[in-house]
């Protein structure tokens, strides 16, 4: 299965930038059959989806209405990693942020968030406290 390993959280103010990597490998088929996504859970919340895209070549990423503006996520496909580019935090996204993967076919546009959530494999997790 894919193995996910997500770096780059941290303590933040409000205001601030941070930057989270996640590296994969392990992909049972070639890396272009899969989406990587970001979630976050913040105490006593569910997981929330943060951000998706595809490994392909090419795309665009997809973002929760909370981030949209703000987070900007990126890949590197021949390292087989996903950025999620942090900007203007608030004390909401105070969270444990999560990398993930499920092949793409798997994933239906509007409800993209589900199909990561019911079959991806997961990284085991960055904490990000954005704080005063």
């Known amino acids: 299965q894919v193995q996910l390993v997500e770096s780059g959280g941290g303590f933040a103010h409000p205001g601030d930038s941070l930057r989270l990597s996640c590296r994969a490998r392990n992909f049972e088929k070639s890396s272009d059959y899969y989406s990587l996504g970001w979630f976050r859970q913040a105490p006593g919340k569910g997981r929330e989806g943060v951000s998706y895209?595809?490994?392909?070549?090419?795309?665009?990423?997809t973002y929760a209405d909370s981030v949209q503006g703000r987070f900007t996520m990126s890949k590197d496909r021949a390292a087989n990693t996903v950025y999620l580019e942090m900007n203007d935090l608030k004390s909401d996204d105070t969270a444990v942020y999560f990398c993930a993967a499920v092949p793409t076919p798997l994933i239906s546009t509007s409800q993209w968030a589900e199909a990561f959530i019911d079959f991806a494999n997961w990284g085991q997790g960055t904490q990000v406290t954005v704080a005063s």
């Open positions: 895209m595809t490994m392909r070549r090419g795309g665009t990423p």
